[in-house]
Structure formats: structure tokens, C-alpha cells
């Protein structure tokens, strides 16, 4: 017979190493020791905005959280750094005219010149290992086996066993979810190009990338076993640098604690620009474990606090030699950790942490390591490169694995949750979270923070994307605005409508080929006429027709009576019919001698014919439009309110669910207008279904604090961006920032920022940020000054569509690299 021996190896592979087994219940996976194991993805609050107060809360519920877990858990947590996503490809946006399309170009030169950017992705995985009586009985769950009755009372002590893990994991969810947004590892179904249906497995995926590094999607396989071999089919080749495939591996371990804690105190780590993962293991312990554990440490110092001939020779009481003080002090901190273990407060377990880094470039992983130790040594920890210990080091950070690399220092869960990384930087969503848009739609912009973090910009957060932008004058509000306007025109079929003061926008519309009207205004623009009635024929038109004109009658004093509204839909339906739909020819229809008196004012031969009473409309609303309004709004209401009310029912007509943005600006001389404010008020709660979002600003807190539609403003609005505002610290502003849901640390925020580059975002996260707009960008958004735009319509005037690349030679603007 041939021997097989030699074909047999004792040697133990990656799997064998692995204590992964099988899959047992959606986001369950059983382990080979017996063991149950989850996971939760979380994310925190940003640390550089919350108050001391509430970091302290933070740490005190989950503290409270995990102290309720014993002997049998185990707790891995991982703060993965990744590279960020890469700025939007062109052929993911649909810019319409080439200035946007080149100002995003240039948002992407920049980011790429920035270097690497890197956010963070945090995890929790909790191991549950049941007492050990019934540890063969929960491998039973592998198997089902019918008929066999020994098999039916062994599963189900499993399935007890089970349902105690999922008892207690929805317990910590509960507690952790009011300080963490938690999101449960499970499985994604989803159907390929070939109609096959899949589950996409989170914890065997996030089991994978702390093994490998390569966060590429698993699927559940149809026999969800054997998962040493799934994920753990690898080449790997131990050693000082061990390596996995391609990728070096070191570990760079922290211990050597400080003498106190506090929240967040290794937050530093979540903005060095080095991919790693951090790993943090406790491996908790009974009360009573725990308590003879801190005794036999306490005996240790205790035998140390006096020399052995004194205590040998000497009772306690006629000691004369010499203390050693510092063992002295170690016994009475040990006393204290004793009564602490007692108390029930915390609970002690054996707390690990280390950093992994993978890479297949050794002198790239050198100088990372180097790095994360120099950074940790700062910190007042001490940090050491493991050497021989690097394998199991690196075991001991997997999930699931409690017997590598076993570090002694007793932590109790305070100590813990301060140490651990529960606040995030917020770096946006890279994806717009808007259902109604396109599927995978990029986010708004691209915008700078702290660190090597990006920050992605959206207004939305799901389907309400309504925005408070709050802040001095001066401080870059219409700058900040136009450039919104331009980057949201890469959604495909954007449109934007915006009502302007002091015509901020109009080198941006007239840029991209936009309309911008000069509503009442003196200069030639103010030719613009309005036709009202143009559209009576078309189905609704008549009955808005109906309570425009009357809104008309009773602005001249009269208050329609029952027949004469019956005389208007007469003289209304006899217009539709004749096709001349003007208000002139409304006027001769009507048979009331008080109504056509009423009505004379807004007809040819009055004084307000010119804006209103036109045959042919000349507003052409297209993509774009831009209205401003500054002079219409200081003229009487017989004027301003028939203008408005007839816009605001063409914008409204003009929203068929494409993505709309309608902007706001100096939103305080609109507040101030009761119909305006009604207006805004309507379209904060009903626009989020036209699939547009309303950009409010204003430079007055005040303006909107006494507007009477505070409530809805805050409430309305869950993205607020506000500007720098170097009063936002007085008792007057500070009151108006709470108002709106500004803590101290915010407002502080705010009163540090640098006015005209620095603003601050609070949304679904909170986050200071920088536009980084650059000098492409800056020629059509921050060019605002009335001798800019006399400019600008010269040079239209004289080159026609060309006049932007002209217009950038004058400012002495590159943008011929853009192009290339």
C-alpha cells in the first residue's frame, strides 16, 4: 500500500489557528470553544462638540451598560482607519453647462493634491461562552436531528443557551443606543445580474477584514460551516513581521497606563492619516473572580510596604524600618479597586488593546508603527512594536478570541469606556441619502475638516432636506449659498430657484446660461412682465386664477361678496374660453361695476399693468432661476403680494419630483412679510413631498427667533450650517444658539471660526468645516460686488457665452489645467 504519511503534515494551518465555526442564526456565529458571538457597527459623537457633561454621560451608561456582564463575556471592539472614498468620478454627476462642471473639476484637483484621507469604522463584537456543562450542548446546534430524543434535549439546552445570548444582546442594544448609533451585523439579501438570491453576511465580512485587511463583501454560504476555512484560506507565514498573502502584519501593543482616565483620552488616534485597526479586547470578570484577584495583588504590595527582617522580627505595631511608600500607596489603591468590585458599579475584567497594521510595503509599515507608538507615548500610555509576540498578538485582536495573548492588568468598565474610541470624526455620507435620488447618487460637495478626514456635505437627512443657514453679514453666506447652487446641479434634471437680495448670484446664472430676473426693479431688467392668466385652461389654474384675482380685489379694499365671487368664476371661465387671458380683457368681462373699479389699478391702463398684465409671460422658468427681489419687497403690499403669490405658484408648478433646491437668501426681509412667512412656513411641511429642499438664510438670529415660525425653522430644518460669529458667546446670542439646539461647546465652536472660511454643520452629525473653494470657483460665487457685476454684464454684453473664460484672464485664474 503507498503511505500517506508523508503527505500528512502535524504542522497547523491559518484555520486550525481560527476559532470561527458556523453560522447559526442570522448575525449569530457559533465558535469552536463553544462560544456565541455578534456584532454591532457603531458610531459616536463628534468629541470636538459635545460638552464635559455629556462626554461624562457617555462613559457613564456604558459603563453601566457593561457592567452588567460576568465571567462568561468577552467584549472585542475595533476602530478600523480606512481610506476614504475617492471625490465622485465626472461620469457620476450631470452637470449641465461647463463653469459647474469646471468648478467641480477644480473641488477634485484639490482633494487629490490634499493627499490621503482617511475615516473611521467602529465595531463592537460581544462573545458569550456558557458555563461549561453546556458548552458541548450548544455545538449540538450544528446538527439537527430528528427522532433521536437525547439529540432533542441536548439542542435544546442550545437553543436556551441561544436565546439567553439574544435576551442579553437586546439588553446592552437598549442601553447603548441612547449615547452610540448602533447598526446590528446581519445578513443582506440581495438578487445578482443572474436572479440568484444571496445573503451578504456583515459579521463574516467584518470577520474577514479584521483578518485580512480586505473588506470585500462575503456571502453566506448555503451550509453556513466550517468558517475557519471560508475566511481563513489564506497563505500565512509567521515570524517577527509575520505576513498574510501579500500583506506584512505588525502590532503595535499599549499598556503602561497613566495615573487617571477620562473620556476620549485616546481619541488622537482617530485623526492620524495611517490605515490600522485598533483593537481593544476585555475579557470580563465575576465579582467574586474579581475580588480574588485585587486581594492576591493587594498581598503582593503588601509584603513590599516593610522589608522581610521587620516583618519577620516585628509586629505591625513596633515596626521601625523604613516604608516603601510607593507600595504603600499600591495597597491602598488596591483597597479602594476592592470596595469599587463590591459596590456593583463597575465591574473588573483583563483589558488588551493593541493597533494592527497591515501593508506590503516593509518600510511604509515601519514608519506607520513608529507613528501609532509615537502618538500613544504622547498620550502618556506607553506603546512597544511587538517583536516574537507578534502572532499571537495579532490572534488575540481577532474577534472571538480570548486565549492569545492574555495581558494581566485588571481595568474595571469605567476605566474602560473611557478608553474606548466612543466618539467619531463626522465625515458625512459619501452616498446623498435621499431616497427620491438617483440610486447612488454622490453627496452635495466635498469640503475640508480637521485631520486627514474628509467631509462630504448633505443637506438631506433621508428624505427631508431642509437647511437653516444662520450668521453675521460678512461672514460668506452668499458665497457659501452659490456654491451649494452650483454643486447641486449635479444631480441629474437639478433644478434651483432662488429669491436673491443684492443680485449675490448673478454672476454664477449668468455664468452657467441661468435666468435672473430683476423683479420691480429700476433697471432695464424690471421690463419683466407677468401673464397670470396665461395658463387658466390648464387643469387646477382656474381655481388658483380664482383666489389670485380675489386676493387682488380685497388689496384694493374690497371684500367680495357671494355673488360677486359666482360674477369672477363667470368673467374667469369666459376669459379661458376667448383665449385673450389677460387682466384687461378680465375687466371687461366682469359685469360688477366695483370689481371692475377694483381691478383697474392692475390692468394696461393702471399703475401696475406694466408688471401684470402682460399677453405673453416673461418669466421662462427653465433649470435654473433666479429672483431678485430686494426692491420689490420695500413696495406696498398692492404691489409685492401679487408678484409673490404668482411665483410661488410657478416655482410650486414647476417641482414634478426631480431634485430641487428653492434658496432663501437674506431670509430676514422675508420673515418680516406675513404672506412670505406663511409661504415659508407651507413649504417647510409640504415641499419635502415635491422632492425639494428649502436653503433658508438669514444674518439675523434674531430675525428668525421673533418671526413667530421658530418652532417650525427648528424643527423643520434638521440641517443647520452657521457661520462664524464672533458675538455668539453673549448672553443675548447665547440664549438664540440654544434656541436652535447649540450646546456650549458648539457656540464656542462658532466664536473661534475664522468668518468667510470656516463654518459649522449640524446635521446628522456635528462637524467644523472649511468650502476650500478655489479661485475657479471663487470668480462666480464670491464675486458679489456691485462693481463685479457691472463688470460681468459688460463682458457678456461683449463675448456672449464666452465672457466666463475671459472673465477668469482678467482675475489672472489657471483654468486651462482643469481642462486638459
Same mark, same amino acid.
Given at each position: 500500500?503507498?503511505?500517506?504519511?508523508?503527505?500528512?503534515?502535524?504542522?497547523?494551518?491559518?484555520?486550525?489557528?481560527?476559532?470561527?465555526?458556523?453560522?447559526?442564526?442570522?448575525?449569530?456565529?457559533?465558535?469552536?470553544?463553544?462560544?456565541?458571538?455578534?456584532?454591532?457597527?457603531?458610531?459616536?459623537?463628534?468629541?470636538?462638540?459635545?460638552?464635559?457633561?455629556?462626554?461624562?454621560?457617555?462613559?457613564?451608561?456604558?459603563?453601566?451598560?457593561?457592567?452588567?456582564?460576568?465571567?462568561?463575556?468577552?467584549?472585542?471592539?475595533?476602530?478600523?482607519?480606512?481610506?476614504?472614498?475617492?471625490?465622485?468620478? #465626472?461620469?457620476?454627476?450631470?452637470?449641465?453647462?461647463?463653469?459647474?462642471?469646471?468648478?467641480?473639476?477644480?473641488?477634485?484637483?484639490?482633494?487629490?493634491?490634499?493627499?490621503?484621507?482617511?475615516?473611521?469604522?467602529?465595531?463592537?463584537?460581544?462573545?458569550?461562552?456558557?458555563?461549561?456543562?453546556?458548552?458541548?450542548?450548544?455545538?449540538?446546534?450544528?446538527?439537527?436531528?430528528?427522532?433521536?430524543?437525547?439529540?432533542?434535549?441536548?439542542?435544546?439546552?442550545?437553543?436556551?443557551?441561544?436565546?439567553?445570548?439574544?435576551?442579553?444582546?437586546?439588553?446592552?442594544?437598549?442601553?447603548?443606543?441612547?449615547?452610540?448609533?448602533?447598526?446590528?451585523?446581519?445578513?443582506?439579501?440581495?438578487?445578482?445580474?443572474?436572479?440568484?438570491?444571496?445573503?451578504?453576511? /456583515?459579521?463574516?465580512?467584518?470577520?474577514?477584514?479584521?483578518?485580512?485587511?480586505?473588506?470585500?463583501?462575503?456571502?453566506?454560504?448555503?451550509?453556513?460551516?466550517?468558517?475557519?476555512?471560508?475566511?481563513?484560506?489564506?497563505?500565512?507565514?509567521?515570524?517577527?513581521?509575520?505576513?498574510?498573502?501579500?500583506?506584512?502584519?505588525?502590532?503595535?501593543?499599549?499598556?503602561?497606563?497613566? /495615573?487617571?482616565?477620562?473620556?476620549?483620552?485616546? &481619541?488622537?488616534?482617530?485623526?492620524?492619516?495611517?490605515?490600522?485597526?485598533?483593537?481593544?479586547?476585555?475579557?470580563?470578570?465575576?465579582?467574586?473572580? &474579581?475580588?480574588?484577584?485585587?486581594? &492576591?495583588?493587594?498581598?503582593?504590595?503588601?509584603?513590599?510596604?516593610?522589608?522581610?527582617?521587620?516583618?519577620?522580627?516585628?509586629?505591625?505595631?513596633?515596626?521601625?524600618?523604613?516604608?516603601?511608600?510607593?507600595?504603600?500607596?499600591?495597597?491602598?489603591?488596591?483597597?479602594?479597586?476592592?470596595?469599587?468590585?463590591?459596590?456593583?458599579?463597575?465591574?473588573?475584567?483583563?483589558?488588551?488593546?493593541?493597533?494592527v497594521l497591515m501593508d506590503d510595503n516593509r518600510e511604509r509599515l515601519e514608519q506607520s508603527a513608529r507613528q501609532i507608538k509615537r502618538l500613544v507615548n504622547n498620550l502618556g500610555f506607553n506603546a512597544r512594536v511587538e517583536t516574537v509576540n507578534t502572532v499571537e498578538a495579532w490572534l488575540g485582536s481577532l474577534p472571538g478570541h480570548s486565549a492569545p495573548n492574555m495581558r494581566r492588568p485588571m481595568l474595571h468598565t469605567l476605566h474602560?469606556?473611557?478608553?474606548?474610541?466612543?466618539?467619531?470624526?463626522?465625515?458625512?455620507?459619501?452616498?446623498?441619502?435621499?431616497?427620491?435620488?438617483?440610486?447612488?447618487?454622490?453627496?452635495?460637495?466635498?469640503?475640508?475638516?480637521?485631520?486627514?478626514?474628509?467631509?462630504?456635505?448633505?443637506?438631506?437627512?433621508?428624505d427631508l432636506g431642509h437647511t437653516l443657514m444662520l450668521g453675521p453679514t460678512g461672514s460668506g453666506k452668499s458665497t457659501a449659498l452659490a456654491l451649494i447652487a452650483a454643486q447641486f446641479r449635479r444631480y441629474k434634471e437639478a433644478t434651483v430657484f432662488a429669491f436673491d437680495k443684492g443680485n449675490s448670484l448673478e454672476p454664477l446664472t449668468r455664468a452657467i446660461g441661468g435666468q435672473h430676473y430683476n423683479v420691480a426693479g429700476d433697471?432695464?431688467?424690471?421690463?419683466?412682465?407677468?401673464? #397670470?392668466?396665461?395658463?387658466?385652461?390648464?387643469?387646477?389654474?382656474?381655481?388658483?386664477?380664482?383666489?389670485?384675482?380675489?386676493?387682488?380685489?380685497?388689496?384694493?379694499?374690497?371684500?367680495?361678496?357671494?355673488?360677486?365671487?359666482?360674477?369672477?368664476?363667470?368673467?374667469?371661465?369666459?376669459?379661458?374660453?376667448?383665449?385673450?387671458?389677460?387682466?384687461?380683457?378680465?375687466?371687461?368681462?366682469?359685469?360688477?361695476?366695483?370689481?371692475?373699479?377694483?381691478?383697474?389699478?392692475?390692468?394696461?391702463?393702471?399703475?401696475?399693468?406694466? %408688471?401684470?398684465?402682460?399677453?405673453?409671460?416673461?418669466?421662462?422658468?427653465?433649470t435654473w432661476s433666479v429672483f431678485e427681489i430686494e426692491q420689490l419687497m420695500h413696495r406696498s403690499d398692492r404691489v409685492r403680494l401679487p408678484v409673490l403669490l404668482y411665483l410661488f405658484h410657478v416655482i410650486e408648478r414647476r417641482m414634478k419630483g426631480q431634485p430641487c433646491l428653492l434658496i432663501l437668501d437674506e431670509a430676514w426681509l422675508m420673515l418680516g412679510n406675513e404672506v412670505f412667512r406663511a409661504k415659508i412656513r407651507e413649504?417647510?411641511?409640504?415641499?419635502?413631498?415635491?422632492?425639494?429642499?428649502?436653503?433658508?438664510?438669514?444674518?439675523?438670529?434674531?430675525?428668525?427667533?421673533?418671526?413667530?415660525?421658530?418652532?417650525?425653522?427648528?424643527?423643520?430644518?434638521?440641517?443647520?450650517?452657521?457661520?462664524?460669529?464672533?458675538?455668539?458667546?453673549?448672553?443675548?446670542?447665547?440664549?438664540?444658539?440654544?434656541? %436652535?439646539?447649540?450646546?456650549?461647546?458648539?457656540?464656542?465652536?462658532?466664536?473661534?471660526?475664522?468668518?468667510?472660511?470656516?463654518?459649522?454643520?449640524?446635521?446628522?452629525?456635528?462637524?467644523?468645516?472649511?468650502?476650500?473653494?478655489?479661485?475657479?470657483?471663487?470668480?462666480?460665487?464670491?464675486?458679489?460686488?456691485?462693481?463685479?457685476?457691472?463688470?460681468?454684464? &459688460?463682458?457678456?454684453?461683449?463675448?456672449?457665452?464666452?465672457?466666463?473664460?475671459?472673465?477668469?484672464?482678467?482675475?489672472?485664474?489657471?483654468?486651462?489645467?482643469?481642462?486638459?
Amino acid at each position: 500500500m503507498h503511505a500517506l504519511k508523508e503527505h500528512r503534515s502535524p504542522t497547523k494551518a491559518l484555520p486550525d489557528l481560527l476559532n470561527w465555526a458556523a453560522v447559526i442564526d442570522d448575525g449569530i456565529v457559533l465558535n469552536k470553544d463553544g462560544s456565541l458571538m455578534a456584532g454591532f457597527f457603531y458610531r459616536g459623537q463628534d468629541l470636538a462638540t459635545v460638552t464635559a457633561a455629556e462626554r461624562n454621560r457617555v462613559s457613564a451608561v456604558v459603563n453601566a451598560a457593561l457592567s452588567k456582564l460576568g465571567s462568561e463575556w468577552m467584549l472585542h471592539q475595533d476602530a478600523v482607519r480606512v481610506e476614504a472614498r475617492a471625490y465622485p468620478a #465626472p461620469e457620476e454627476s450631470a452637470f449641465p453647462d461647463p463653469i459647474t462642471a469646471l468648478i467641480d473639476q477644480e473641488r477634485r484637483y484639490q482633494f487629490g493634491r490634499e493627499g490621503s484621507h482617511y475615516e473611521s469604522i467602529y465595531a463592537i463584537v460581544i462573545t458569550y461562552l456558557p458555563a461549561k456543562l453546556t458548552q458541548s450542548k450548544v455545538a449540538d446546534m450544528m446538527f439537527e436531528e430528528t427522532g433521536n430524543a437525547n439529540k432533542k434535549g441536548r439542542s435544546g439546552a442550545g437553543d436556551r443557551a441561544l436565546r439567553q445570548f439574544k435576551s442579553a444582546l437586546l439588553e446592552i442594544e437598549d442601553r447603548l443606543s441612547s449615547v452610540l448609533d448602533l447598526n446590528r451585523m446581519q445578513g443582506v439579501p440581495y438578487v445578482d445580474e443572474d436572479g440568484r438570491e444571496h445573503i451578504n453576511d /456583515q459579521l463574516l465580512q467584518f470577520l474577514h477584514y479584521s483578518l485580512t485587511g480586505n473588506p470585500h463583501p462575503i456571502n453566506l454560504p448555503p451550509c453556513p460551516m466550517y468558517l475557519d476555512a471560508v475566511i481563513g484560506g489564506h497563505e500565512f507565514w509567521s515570524g517577527i513581521v509575520p505576513r498574510l498573502d501579500d500583506k506584512l502584519i505588525q502590532v503595535v501593543a499599549i499598556d503602561g497606563f497613566p /495615573q487617571e482616565s477620562y473620556p476620549g483620552i485616546l &481619541a488622537a488616534l482617530d485623526q492620524v492619516p495611517v490605515q490600522y485597526r485598533w483593537n481593544t479586547r476585555f475579557i470580563f470578570q465575576d465579582p467574586v473572580d &474579581a475580588q480574588a484577584g485585587l486581594r &492576591a495583588y493587594r498581598r503582593k504590595w503588601q509584603q513590599k510596604v516593610r522589608g522581610f527582617w521587620d516583618q519577620v522580627f516585628h509586629s505591625q505595631q513596633t515596626a521601625k524600618g523604613s516604608v516603601d511608600q510607593d507600595a504603600a500607596q499600591m495597597v491602598a489603591e488596591a483597597e479602594s479597586a476592592l470596595a469599587e468590585a463590591s459596590s456593583g458599579l463597575v465591574t473588573y475584567g483583563y483589558y488588551t488593546s493593541v493597533v494592527v497594521l497591515m501593508d506590503d510595503n516593509r518600510e511604509r509599515l515601519e514608519q506607520s508603527a513608529r507613528q501609532i507608538k509615537r502618538l500613544v507615548n504622547n498620550l502618556g500610555f506607553n506603546a512597544r512594536v511587538e517583536t516574537v509576540n507578534t502572532v499571537e498578538a495579532w490572534l488575540g485582536s481577532l474577534p472571538g478570541h480570548s486565549a492569545p495573548n492574555m495581558r494581566r492588568p485588571m481595568l474595571h468598565t469605567l476605566h474602560l469606556a473611557d478608553m474606548l474610541p466612543l466618539s467619531s470624526v463626522w465625515a458625512g455620507r459619501d452616498r446623498a441619502p435621499c431616497p427620491f435620488y438617483p440610486n447612488g447618487s454622490p453627496a452635495l460637495l466635498h469640503a475640508a475638516t480637521d485631520g486627514s478626514t474628509p467631509f462630504r456635505l448633505n443637506l438631506h437627512i433621508g428624505d427631508l432636506g431642509h437647511t437653516l443657514m444662520l450668521g453675521p453679514t460678512g461672514s460668506g453666506k452668499s458665497t457659501a449659498l452659490a456654491l451649494i447652487a452650483a454643486q447641486f446641479r449635479r444631480y441629474k434634471e437639478a433644478t434651483v430657484f432662488a429669491f436673491d437680495k443684492g443680485n449675490s448670484l448673478e454672476p454664477l446664472t449668468r455664468a452657467i446660461g441661468g435666468q435672473h430676473y430683476n423683479v420691480a426693479g429700476d433697471s432695464d431688467e424690471s421690463e419683466l412682465c407677468f401673464a #397670470p392668466l396665461a395658463s387658466i385652461d390648464q387643469p387646477g389654474e382656474l381655481g388658483w386664477a380664482e383666489d389670485w384675482v380675489a386676493t387682488l380685489l380685497e388689496l384694493q379694499g374690497l371684500k367680495l361678496k357671494p355673488t360677486q365671487r359666482n360674477e369672477l368664476h363667470r368673467a374667469l371661465v369666459a376669459v379661458q374660453e376667448k383665449g385673450e387671458r389677460t387682466l384687461t380683457n378680465l375687466q371687461i368681462e366682469l359685469q360688477d361695476k366695483d370689481m371692475k373699479d377694483a381691478l383697474e389699478e392692475y390692468t394696461i391702463s393702471g399703475a401696475l399693468g406694466q %408688471l401684470l398684465d402682460s399677453e405673453e409671460d416673461g418669466l421662462a422658468v427653465g433649470t435654473w432661476s433666479v429672483f431678485e427681489i430686494e426692491q420689490l419687497m420695500h413696495r406696498s403690499d398692492r404691489v409685492r403680494l401679487p408678484v409673490l403669490l404668482y411665483l410661488f405658484h410657478v416655482i410650486e408648478r414647476r417641482m414634478k419630483g426631480q431634485p430641487c433646491l428653492l434658496i432663501l437668501d437674506e431670509a430676514w426681509l422675508m420673515l418680516g412679510n406675513e404672506v412670505f412667512r406663511a409661504k415659508i412656513r407651507e413649504w417647510l411641511k409640504v415641499l419635502r413631498k415635491a422632492n425639494c429642499a428649502v436653503l433658508l438664510a438669514t444674518q439675523s438670529l434674531s430675525d428668525a427667533a421673533n418671526s413667530g415660525i421658530l418652532d417650525v425653522l427648528a424643527e423643520s430644518c434638521p440641517t443647520k450650517i452657521f457661520l462664524a460669529n464672533k458675538e455668539a458667546s453673549s448672553e443675548e446670542n447665547v440664549q438664540l444658539y440654544k434656541l %436652535l439646539g447649540c450646546n456650549e461647546a458648539e457656540i464656542r465652536t462658532i466664536t473661534d471660526m475664522i468668518p468667510k472660511r470656516q463654518y459649522f454643520v449640524r446635521g446628522e452629525g456635528r462637524r467644523r468645516i472649511e468650502m476650500a473653494i478655489g479661485p475657479v470657483a471663487l470668480s462666480f460665487v464670491g464675486a458679489s460686488g456691485k462693481e463685479d457685476i457691472a463688470r460681468v454684464r &459688460a463682458l457678456e454684453a461683449e463675448h456672449g457665452e464666452q465672457w466666463p473664460y475671459y472673465w477668469m484672464e482678467e482675475r489672472g485664474v489657471n483654468y486651462e489645467y482643469l481642462e486638459a
